[in-house]
């Protein structure tokens, strides 16, 4: 295969993801219980993924790789013969200090305590204070010191406000100032003196305009992190079953669909449960509706927690409820909606008008090889149907022989009164 082909083959299983969710009408009775119509979406986790990206380690090594780009700029000033190595190594000294500074603050959780946890006027307070004593050390190291004071002032705008940010340079420009009349102090040079006037001017001008003008692209960014909060927030809503709070039906088959091609093109087992609430139109009739929406609720909080952050729980429709268990054997699947019907069982519920238990039977399989998906939620379903004319509250299991050998499956009962 060659490079345009696989780049082509992974494009289309890029767009695959999430895709085809009504890709198999699963019976005429279950079409019946058609719930939501939303679209599928991303993967789980999506609204916290700025904050992660804004925790991770290579994000704190931005500012030093800005360190190394002002170190790069000294190195090549000492090779032109403009400042001594004595420059250099105090460059890199205070770099190393910084670096060592900051890292041991963060690795003590420091900035656990600061608003903004990357420390950004911290760090922004002591590069400009470095970039100014290279700067006393070394007068001819003012031509970096202008833009390189710029690339500090950018790295915090975003976390700065505006004030705050102007009064960073306005701190700024009375150091230079102080630092240029040490220098006619200690030299009594005109010529020099005249020029760093001129810098300082120049920045006095400059500097607060580029906070000002920075100011509209912060608010951007404010309103682009707003707006991007949102949209995770729908995404997120447009992916969980508006009563029961688990996954809806389009996402937990879309789930589906994307597991079985995962497991045909890697070979790792994949098991499905179908789970429904034993006797539910009694539940409705005895406590009403409402109530009967709040057995749901429950269940479906009791269902999530039994289940392991890899699984995929949803809601199908009506009181039927999905599990799929992505890399995992039969065995431990069963285990785990063995787990769920204890408890089912188990749960106190509170409501004095639910005059019998709520329990749950759950039929569960493992995927075959090249089978389609409705054959594999048929299995499952078939098994779920053996447990409720079994006599419900158990879990019954379709052990499959083969590829398309549906028909011929093993059916293993368990018992209502523990785990296989």
Known sequence: MGFRDLWDTLRARRRMRFENTDAFP??????????????????????????????????????????????????????????GFSTVLVVAALIALLVVAFMGLFYLGVHEHFADRQMRLPIVIGSAGALLLVFYLEPVTQIALAPFLFVVMAYGLFTLSRNMALAVCVGILAVYGAISGLHYA????????????????????????????????????????????????????????????????????????????????????????????????????????????????????????????????????????????????????????????????SHAWENPRLRGRVTVSIGVTQYVLGETALEFFARADAAMYMAKQGGRNQVVVQEPVGAGSAANDEEVQVPSHGYF
């Open 186 to 345: 200690q030299d009594e040079n005109a010529a020099l003196l005249r020029l760093e006037v001129l810098h300082i001017v120049s920045l006095a001008l400059a500097l607060p305009a580029y906070v000002l003008l920075m100011g509209r692209v912060r608010m951007l960014h404010r309103l682009l992190q707003k707006k991007s909060s949102e949209v995770r927030s729908i995404t997120e809503s447009a992916r969980r079953d508006a009563l029961a709070g688990c996954l809806n039906r389009r996402s937990v088959l879309a789930a589906l669909e994307e597991q079985k091609q995962l497991a045909d093109e890697s070979g790792i087992p994949l098991c499905l449960a179908v789970v429904d609430l034993d006797h539910f139109k009694r539940i409705n009739d005895e406590m009403g509706h409402l109530e009967g929406d709040e057995v749901l609720r429950t269940f479906a909080k009791l269902g999530q927690g039994a289940v392991r952050a890899d699984d995929f729980f949803g809601r199908y429709g009506g009181e039927e409820f999905l599990v799929i268990f992505p890399a995992t054997p039969l065995l431990p699947a069963l285990n785990t909606c063995e787990r769920i019907r204890v408890q089912v069982e």
């Open 26 to 83: 699963m019976s005429e009775e279950l079409h019946e219980l058609e719930p939501s119509t939303h679209s599928p979406q991303s993967e789980l986790g999506v609204a916290l993924m700025l904050r992660r990206r804004m925790d991770r380690p290579r994000t704190r090594m931005v500012p030093v790789l800005l360190c190394l780009l002002y170190l790069a700029c000294v190195l090549v000033y000492f090779a032109l013969g403009v400042v």
